[in-house]
C-alpha cells in the first residue's frame, strides 16, 4: 500500500481526535506503513499500534495535541516536523519518537521502552516515573538543549541526556530541583548546574564505559534531529559531560540523611525542651534504652536462609533415569555447549533415542516452564545429544562384570561399568542389540539410524558385546563363575495369553511387532483387527496394522485403557476404535468373530493379544528368588537374594524404557560400590520444589520459536538451584546479604545476622526459590 495521507481537518472541520486516531488504525490495519498526518491539535497521534513485521513510518505535520506516540509500540517511528505539545511518549513501550523543535511538560512520562529524540528543549517534569526492565533495552530520552524544573523525578529507570546546546537557561540546563525521589537510572549532562537532590543521587565523573555507550548513541541521535554538524562538538572531551546516578539501597542505608536515632532525637530535642525525662520523668525509674522496632541477629522472628539446592527442579525428580536437565541448561547457558551435551551421557546411553524420540518424557510434563507458555524442549535437547562423544572411561580396575541382556536397561549397566572402568561382558540373545527398541517399537517412533548411531557408542567405551549368544543354566554357570558380578537384564520376552477358546489362533503383540520390524510385515490389507489390551504397546500394533494395510482396527480393554502419550495420538489420528469394558469369551476364527462376555461381538480377521509379558528366567540359579509369576524378587539398586547377581529392567517388573536405563544405573553404583570393597549408600532423594516457590512473573511468554539448545536453556527456569542472578543482594535495604566466592570455584549468599531484619524480601523476591524463610529459633 503506498503512503497514506491523513488530515486533521476536512471541509473546515477539525476531526474529532479519537475519530482521527481510528482513521489511522485502520490505515495500518490495511497495510499501510508510511502514513503523512496533518495533524490539527489531535491528541494521542501515533499510539497504541500493535507491533508487526514491518516498521510504520509516522510523518506529523501541523499542530499537534497532546500525549503523541503514548503507549508507542515496537515498530512505531514517528517523526514530527516541529514542536509538540505535553506527554509526548507518555507510557512509551518501545516506539522511536522524533521531534524536530521543542517538547512542553512530561516528555516520556512512565516510559518503559523506546527512544524519545528531541532537537531542542524540553519543558517541565520530563522523564518523570521512567522505568526499566531489565529484560529489554532501557528507554532513551535525548534533549539537544536543556529541560526544564523537576526533571527526572522518581525516575525508576532508562537513560536521559541532555546535551547543553544553546540552552534557554545557560546557567542551569536541567532546571529547579532535578533528580527528587530517583531511584535508578542515569542522566548524562553537558554544561552547568544550580543543584540537584543530593539525598537522592550523586554527581560523578564519566567511565570509559559510560563515554563508549554516549558517544556511539549520539550519531544516530544528531542525524535523526538533523544536527550531525554538532557531533565532534559534543564529543570533543570526557571532561565536558557528567553523569547523574541514584544512591543504592545500601548507600542511602549507610547515610541515613537529614536523619536522627531515637536516643539524638531524644536528649536533643524532646529533653531539651521539656526537661529530662520528659513530661513522664517522675514516673520513670526504670534505665531509658531504645528497643528498635525492627530488630536484627536473635531478636528477628524470621531468619532468611539460602536453601540453594534442597529441593530437586521438578524435571529431575520426575525423570526415573534421574538426568539433570537444569544442571544442562547451566552450562548451555554459560557457553559449555559439547559438555552440556555431554552431561546425559553420564546418566544414559541412549538421550537421543530414549529422551528424544520414544519417552513419554515425565520430566516435561513436570516442568514449571509450563506455566508460563510450554516446557522446555528437553524432548529437543535429548536429540541434541545423538552425536556427542562418549565420556572417557577411568582406569581400569581389572574387576570383570557380566551383563545378560541387550535391551534398555542391560545396556545402561553395561555403560556405566565400563564407564567406572570395569571390564564387561555383554550377552545378547538376538543378533542385534537394543531389545524391544529394536524389536518391538515401530520404525515410525524410532528411527532406526537414531538407535544405531547410539550404539555404536559402546564400543568407544570399550563394551565387548556378544550378540547371538543364548544364555542358558549351564553357560550362566561359566558366566558366575568367570565374573566378580552378574547383572541380570534378561527383559520380558514371554508373552501372557488368554484362557479362552481360539486363544490359540490370536497372535501376542510380541511377535506380531517382532515381525514387522525384522523384515517380515504381514498382509493385512482389506481386514479388520482386533486387539485385546489397550495399552501403548496395543497402540504401537494398531498403528503397525494400519501400516500393513488393514482397513478396521479395535482395541478393547477390561478396563480403562492405560495407553497415553504419542502411542495413543498416533492410533487414534489412524482410525483405531477403543472399547471398554470388555471381557473376551472366545474367538472362532471360521467365523472371525470375537465374543464377549455381554453377549456383543467383533468382526475380526486377524487378533492380537496386548496384555503383557513375563521374563524367562529359568536359566537362573535357585539362590535368586523369583515370585509366583516369574518375576526376580530386587531392590531399588538392583540386589537380589544372591550377594553375586543383580537384577534390573522388566525382569524384576514392567516399566518404561526410561525405568530401564535408570533402574540400570542405580544397579551399576551398587555393582562399583561391591567391586570396591563399601557398601552400596544411595542419598534420600531430595523433595520436589513446590511450584509456587517459583517467580513465574520474571518470565516472558515464548511459542513458535525455532529449536536451538542455547536458546532453550534461556527458558529454563533454574528451579531450586540459584542463578547468581544478585537480585537478593540488591534488594536487601541493609545490605545484609553479601556473595562470597570459594577457592573451587563455588559460591554461595550469605547472611549478616546483625543487619538482617528477616523482612523477608529475599524469598520473595528469588526467581528460582532458593532463599526460604525459617523460624529464628
Known amino acids: 500500500m503506498s503512503k497514506v495521507t491523513i488530515k486533521g481537518t476536512v471541509d473546515g ?16 490495519r490495511q497495510g499501510a506503513r508510511e502514513l503523512l498526518i496533518i495533524a490539527d491539535g489531535q491528541h494521542g497521534i501515533g499510539g497504541r499500534i500493535w507491533p508487526r513485521p514491518e516498521t510504520v513510518k509516522i510523518t506529523v505535520e501541523g499542530p499537534v495535541g497532546q500525549r503523541l506516540g503514548s503507549m508507542g509500540m515496537f515498530g512505531t517511528e514517528i517523526v514530527v516536523k516541529g514542536s509538540a505539545s505535553d506527554d509526548v511518549g507518555w507510557l512509551n513501550c518501545g516506539a522511536k519518537i522524533t521531534v524536530l523543535g521543542d517538547v512542553t511538560n512530561g516528555a516520556h512520562n512512565a516510559a518503559a521502552q523506546g527512544i524519545l529524540y528531541v532537537q531542542g528543549s524540553g519543558g517541565a517534569r520530563c522523564d518523570t516515573m521512567t522505568k526499566h526492565n531489565p529484560r529489554f533495552d532501557p528507554p532513551q530520552s535525548w534533549y539537544f538543549r536543556d529541560v526544564g524544573d523537576t526533571f527526572a523525578e522518581f525516575k525508576a529507570g532508562g537513560i536521559a541526556v541532555v546535551c547543553g546546546v544553546n540552552p534557554r537557561n545557560p546557567k542551569n540546563i536541567l532546571g529547579y530541583r532535578p533528580c527528587v525521589g530517583m531511584v535508578e537510572g542515569i542522566i548524562y549532562f553537558r554544561g552547568p548546574i544550580e543543584g540537584y537532590s543530593e539525598t537522592d543521587v550523586k554527581l560523578l565523573d564519566l567511565t570509559d564505559q559510560d563515554w563508549q555507550w554516549l558517544t556511539t548513541h549520539m550519531k544516530p541521535y544528531l542525524e535523526a534531529i538533523e544536527r550531525s554538524d554538532y557531533y565532534d562538538e559534543l564529543t570533543s572531551s570526557i571532561r565536558e559531560w557528567k553523569k547523574l546516578i541514584p544512591y543504592t539501597a545500601q548507600e542511602r542505608a549507610k547515610r541515613k540523611p537529614f536523619k536522627k536515632t531515637i536516643s539524638e532525637f531524644r536528649s536533643e530535642i524532646w529533653e531539651a525542651g521539656v526537661g529530662k525525662g520528659g513530661i513522664f520523668a517522675e ?20 531468619r532468611p536462609v539460602w536453601n540453594n539446592e534442597k529441593y530437586a527442579p521438578p524435571c529431575e525428580y520426575n525423570c526415573p533415569s534421574g538426568i539433570p536437565t537444569r544442571r544442562r541448561a547451566e552450562l548451555l547457558r554459560s557457553g559449555r555447549i559439547l559438555e552440556a551435551l555431554e552431561l546425559v551421557l553420564r546418566y544414559s546411553p541412549l538421550p537421543a533415542t530414549v529422551c528424544g524420540e520414544i519417552c513419554p518424557n515425565p520430566c516435561m510434563e513436570a516442568c514449571t516452564r509450563a506455566i508460563v507458555d510450554e516446557p522446555l524442549n528437553i524432548k529437543g535437547l535429548g536429540k541434541a545429544s545423538r552425536e556427542a562423544a562418549a565420556p572417557k572411561p577411568k582406569e581400569k580396575t581389572g574387576r570383570k562384570v557380566a551383563v ?21 561382558d555383554l550377552y545378547e540373545a538376538e543378533e ?10 515401530p520404525r515410525e517412533r524410532l528411527p532406526q539410524d537414531v538407535l544405531r548411531s547410539e550404539l555404536d557408542r559402546f564400543e568407544e567405551v570399550g563394551v ?18 568367570t565374573h566378580d558380578a552378574v547383572v541380570v537384564a534378561c527383559g520380558a520376552h514371554r508373552p501372557r495369553r488368554l484362557n479362552v477358546p481360539g486363544a490359540e489362533d490370536m497372535v501376542t503383540a510380541y511377535d506380531f511387532l517382532r515381525e514387522i520390524n525384522t523384515g517380515n510385515p504381514p498382509d493385512l490389507k482389506g481386514m479388520r483387527v482386533v486387539i485385546i489390551g489397550a495399552g501403548n504397546v496395543g497402540m504401537d500394533v494398531a498403528a503397525e496394522a494400519f501400516h500393513c494395510g488393514a482397513e478396521e482396527v479395535t482395541a478393547v480393554d477390561v478396563q480403562k485403557p492405560a495407553a497415553f502419550g504419542k502411542e495413543l495420538e498416533i492410533a487414534e489420528a489412524l482410525g483405531t476404535k477403543i472399547v471398554w469394558p470388555k471381557f473376551t469369551e472366545k474367538y472362532v476364527k471360521a467365523e472371525k468373530k470375537v465374543y464377549f462376555t455381554d453377549g456383543s461381538s467383533i468382526e475380526a480377521d486377524l487378533v492380537v493379544v496386548s496384555i503383557g509379558d513375563s521374563p524367562v528366567t529359568d536359566f537362573l540359579p535357585p539362590s535368586v528368588h523369583t515370585d509366583r509369576n516369574g518375576w526376580i524378587e530386587a531392590d531399588e539398586a538392583g540386589h537380589t537374594s544372591d550377594p553375586k547377581i543383580f537384577a534390573i529392567g522388566d525382569a524384576t517388573r514392567l516399566g518404561l524404557v526410561t525405568h530401564a536405563i535408570g533402574h540400570g544405573r542405580r544397579a551399576a ?34 511459542r513458535g520459536e525455532p529449536f536451538k539448545p542455547e536458546s532453550e536453556a534461556n527458558r529454563c527456569m533454574s528451579c531450586a538451584v540459584c542463578r547468581d542472578c544478585h537480585m537478593c543482594e540488591a534488594t536487601c535495604y ?35 526459590g532458593v532463599w526460604e524463610m525459617e523460624e529464628n529459633i
Open 432 to 441: 542385534k542389540l537394543g531389545g524391544k527398541l529394536e524389536f518391538s517399537i
Open 669 to 702: 553404583m551398587a555393582v562399583h560400590a561391591l567391586l570396591s570393597g563399601r557398601s552400596f549408600y544411595r542419598p534420600a532423594p531430595r523433595p520436589v520444589i513446590p511450584y509456587d516457590k517459583i517467580k513465574t512473573a520474571y518470565y516472558d511468554v515464548c
Open 734 to 768: 541493609y545490605g545484609a546479604i553479601s556473595r562470597q566466592e570459594y577457592s573451587d570455584g563455588s559460591y554461595a549468599y550469605v547472611v549478616d545476622d546483625a543487619l538482617c531484619i528477616g523482612c523477608g524480601f529475599c524469598a520473595g523476591i528469588c526467581p528460582c
Open 464 to 481: 565387548s558385546v556378544h550378540t547371538g549368544v543364548r544364555v542358558d543354566k549351564e553357560r550362566f554357570e561359566e558366566i558366575y563363575k
Open 13 to 28: 472541520k477539525r476531526v474529532p481526535s479519537r475519530v482521527f486516531e481510528e482513521e489511522i488504525q485502520e490505515a495500518v
Open 404 to 424: 545378560i541382556g541387550g535391551g534398555p536397561g542391560g545396556l545402561s549397566a553395561a555403560w556405566q561399568l565400563a564407564l567406572e572402568g570395569h571390564d564387561v
Open 283 to 302: 514516673y520513670i525509674t526504670h534505665p531509658t534504652t531504645v528497643l528498635p522496632y525492627i530488630t536484627t541477629g536473635s531478636d528477628r522472628r524470621y
